[in-house]
């Protein structure tokens, strides 16, 4: 029988306890076909299993809610994680489960918007089942390392044994007594996993699948019981185009700092990803420590098993962003002319037929009643077929008149490496263990990984599974005007599916993947590999990995600036340096071309300028607020929407009198060309948030907030003040609207924006949802580790809970960051509450 502690009562830690997290991604050269990694043997005297199957973790819970699970073996250490993560965000993984086990439609109806006709549920439910994850995973359970397996296990049987303590009425209010919050199993967790690896991939194209009806076919689906076709014209407009396969604008900066920049001599790190503050891309902060074995300090997204994707140990520190890689290949099918059905296509000449597979899902049509909806997918030996009506279709070819379809490839399906991947970085003891690990395994995903060692090595690489078109093929694909042009027009990589030389052969191994190992500085704000640092560019590489001689991001030109510019010790950097560079709030465009920007509209004067709209502006109260702006996103700061709204228009028609030049790429563009364009780009700022029914000349703590939903999706009312900067005047510590799909069916408010900018008027301002989110600074010291960091959306997303809005408070007040606990000196220092677990 399950107790808190062996005598029954509460008792004090009795040994330390460390933070893991979970880590970036990588590259493999495990077995090609099937991606796959060996698992290593297990360290000498880091136990998988509970002895005798009892697991026990103790748990000390600091300030701001943060957790230290301390255990004996790795299946206690993921226990002890999942009870704790599951009192933060159990919503969050249950939603998940759901999602992923296809059971949406069959809790919620056939639509993710209520009434819409959107049938993203259904959609949802048949995509994964097209793409089989939970049979993957039931599959590769038994693939992966015992010591994963362990994790797994353990970290189902706390967040259980949460929800048995509590009771579902109990738990947080967005999904208390739902009966879509059950208990879960390891296989549940390992199905979530293979989700989360096709989100920047896959995961987009459930609509497509859902479309990939047979030419002579009249529907894809159809009701069991009474053989209805549902019909697919609602479906076919909404997915009519190229689906983005970065829909929640994924993002983040990444420093690894070397022993030539470091004001000490030793490693120093900024992590700062960027991500939507709700839904299942969440960070949550945590701490792990099997004594003597392991000791991991971070952040992880939702549902990982204790280990860390963002954080640090005593030896090593890693962050990751969000790579320009490609996960996935298309590859257009053609279509045998014997087969009327069109399910044969030709491969090397001879003709292979298509593979199906039949799925049922059950949908709620009211309280209490469903229907069966039944259909198929269909598979090539590249992978299913799609449809995307407006460029990739299943029949003729508009263009060519041939006979063809379509075929998406994700080198994630499967992926068995995600969980010892980022193990073995939360173990790793220098650069060369770290870097081992992405020989080993290629489980980090879809991220550029930077991470450095306490001596001040600094490495990068992009870590993502990208499939591996051999060289011969691809240097036929990019000598082909067909595919070029699809490729061009798709903005996908389209290669040809009628000869077997462009069959993928697994993941592109780790030897081949962009890296570079720098005693300066690596870094990354989310354009490609090339320039993570300047001074020696990264070439060589397959496409698929991204392009080189591109022009940077406004904030990736902030950040390369931030670095040229040093630190404060002759040069070099120290960690209050990077806590300054993290949120000084800073934005390059300003720094570009505020005094250029404001002499021209001085100018002008009061004489009017004719907007967009064609509407007679006089700009100059807003050229008045932008005499006063500072250059800096701050909560005092005055005229910052202003420029704002100027940059929105700005980047859809940049002016500038020095072109983008490949040579030079951290220099250009630059200098504003000061004309009439930019006048209108400023009458068009205005206008919009004049029409927004705002000031031009209010401060940033007056239109830019954040605001939490009740549980039941309606506003609160408490909007709190937010400084920090955009991507469109170049910030790097970066916030704004996601009013998209944040992955979860949890109930939120969103507030229209109006047209080309993240500006509300029904809001009043600025609506944050998005941006920095698990950010530190870390400096490496002969006493060990230290760190300042901050979860800006808190631990909890459990409005009931005292970690609901805390840290958010803190940072609200004036952005900051807060010290972290690695030693267990100061996490006995720090704690507030302490509790054993043990389970038989």
């Known amino acids: 029988m399950a107790n808190y502690s062996k005598n029954g009562v509460w008792r004090p830690l009795l040994t330390a306890v460390c933070v893991a997290v979970l880590a970036g991604c990588g590259s493999s050269d495990s ?31 600091t300030n701001y809610g ?49 009434g819409s006709g959107d049938s993203d549920n259904i959609l949802n439910d048949f995509g994964y089942l097209a793409l089989g994850i939970r049979e993957n995973a039931e599959q590769g359970f038994e693939q992966i390392s015992e010591r994963a397996q362990a994790l797994i296990t353990g970290y189902a049987t706390g967040y259980n044994r949460y929800l048995a303590d509590t009771g579902v009425d109990n738990i947080a209010p967005a999904c208390a007594g739902q009966p879509w919050v059950k208990p879960i199993t390891p296989i549940d967790i390992m199905t979530y996993a293979q989700g989360v690896a096709l989100l920047p991939g896959a995961a987009n194209f459930t609509g497509p699948l859902f479309l990939a009806i047979p030419p002579n076919q009249a529907s894809g689906a159809t009701n069991k019981e009474t053989g209805e076709a549902m019909s697919t014209a609602t479906v076919a407009d909404l997915h009519a185009d190229v689906p983005d396969t970065n829909p929640t604008d994924s993002g983040s900066n990444g420093w690894a700092i070397g022993n030539d920049l470091s004001a000490s001599g030793q490693g120093m790190l900024i992590a700062n990803p960027h991500f939507p503050h709700t839904g299942n891309q969440r960070f949550w902060q945590f701490g792990i420590e099997v004594p003597g074995e392991l000791k991991v300090v ?50 090397d000449g001879e003709p292979v037929e298509m593979s199906s597979k039949f799925h049922e899902i059950e949908v709620a049509t009211g309280p209490g009643t469903f229907m069966t909806l039944q259909r198929s997918s269909y598979h090539s030996e590249f992978g299913p077929v799609i449809v995307i009506p407006n460029a990739l279709p299943w029949g ?23 969980f010892d991947h980022w193990l073995g970085m939360n173990l790793a003891d220098s650069i060369e263990s770290y870097k081992q690990t992405f020989v080993d395994y290629t489980g980090t ?3 550029n990984a930077m991470a450095v060692d306490k001596e001040g090595n600094a490495f990068f690489t ?21 595919y070029q042009g699809l490729t061009q027009q798709a903005g996908l990589f389209i290669f040809p599916g009628d000869d077997s030389l462009y069959l993928p052969q697994g993941t592109i191994p780790f030897a081949q993947a962009p890296q570079l190992e720098r005693s300066d500085f690596v870094q990354n704000s989310n354009n490609s590999y090339w320039l993570t640092n300047p001074e020696a560019p990264i070439t060589g590489v397959s496409p698929l990995w991204g392009p080189v001689g591109d022009q940077q991001s406004f904030r990736s030109r902030l950040g390369q600036k931030m670095l040229a510019e040093g630190g404060s010790v002759d040069g070099k950097f120290n960690r209050a340096d990077l806590v300054d560079r993290l949120i000084n709030n800073r934005t390059w465009l300003s720094e570009e071309v505020l005094a250029d920007l404001v002499a021209h509209c001085q100018a002008q004067g009061s004489t009017p300028v004719t907007s967009s709209s064609g509407a007679s502006v006089d700009i100059s109260s807003g050229c008045a607020a932008l005499a006063q702006f500072d250059g800096r996103m701050n909560l005092s700061s005055v005229g910052a929407m202003m420029f704002r709204e100027f940059a929105s228009q ?20 630059n200098t504003l060309a000061a004309n009439a364009t930019v006048l209108q780009q400023l009458a068009d700022a205005q206008e919009r948030i004049q029409q927004a029914g705002l000031q031009v000349d209010a401060t940033l703590a007056e239109v830019q907030f954040v605001e939490r939903s009740l549980p ?101 007040s004036q952005p900051q960051l807060r010290p972290l606990h690695f030693s267990n000196d100061d996490i006995a220092s720090a704690a507030a509450e302490q509790l054993t677990l043990t389970e038989e």
């Open 445 to 447: 995903v879809f991220n």
């Open 66 to 114: 943060v957790p230290y699970i301390t255990a004996d073996n790795l299946e206690s250490l993921g226990y002890g994680v999942g009870y704790a993560f599951a009192r933060d965000n159990i919503c969050i993984l249950a939603d998940q489960v759901v999602k992923f086990n296809s059971e949406r439609a069959r809790y919620f109806g056939p639509d993710r918007i209520p």
């Open 298 to 347: 971070g952040g992880s997204l939702s549902g990982m098993p204790g280990i860390v994707n963002i954080g640090f140990n005593e030896h090593v520190a890693w962050t990751h962003t969000f790579s320009t890689a490609s996960r996935f290949t298309i590859h257009r099918l053609t279509l045998d002319s014997n087969d009327s059905e069109g399910k044969t296509y030709l491969l």
């Open 712 to 812: 039941d999706g309606t506003p609160s009312g408490v909007k709190l003040p937010w400084g920090g900067a955009n991507n469109i005047e170049g910030g790097f510590n970066v916030f704004s609207s996601n009013t998209g799909n944040d992955g979860t069916l949890l109930p939120r408010h969103i507030y229209p924006v109006l047209p080309g900018s993240d500006l509300s008027a029904e809001a009043g301002g600025y609506h944050v949802t998005y941006g920095s989110s698990w950010m530190f600074a870390l400096e490496f010291t002969d006493q060990g580790p230290v760190a300042e960091g901050l979860l800006t959306y808190s631990q909890a997303s459990d409005s009931d809970s005292d970690h609901y809005l805390d840290q958010t408070l803190l940072y609200s």
């Open 31 to 61: 077995e090609p076909d099937d991606n796959v990694g060996t698992p290593d043997p297990e360290p000498t005297g880091l136990v998988a299993f509970a002895p005798d199957g009892q697991v026990e973790a103790d748990i000390t819970w």
């Open 462 to 482: 992009d870590g993502s599974s990208v499939p591996n078109i051999v060289p011969e093929a691809l240097a036929a694909w990019s000598q082909n005007p067909l």
């Open 396 to 418: 003729t070819d508009p263009v060519t008149g041939q006979q063809v379809a379509y075929a998406l490839h994700d080198a994630n399906l499967p992926n068995y490496d995600l």
């Open 650 to 669: 700005f980047r859809r028609n940049p002016q500038w009198q020095v072109a983008f030049d490949p040579a030079q790429p951290v220099t250009t563009p």
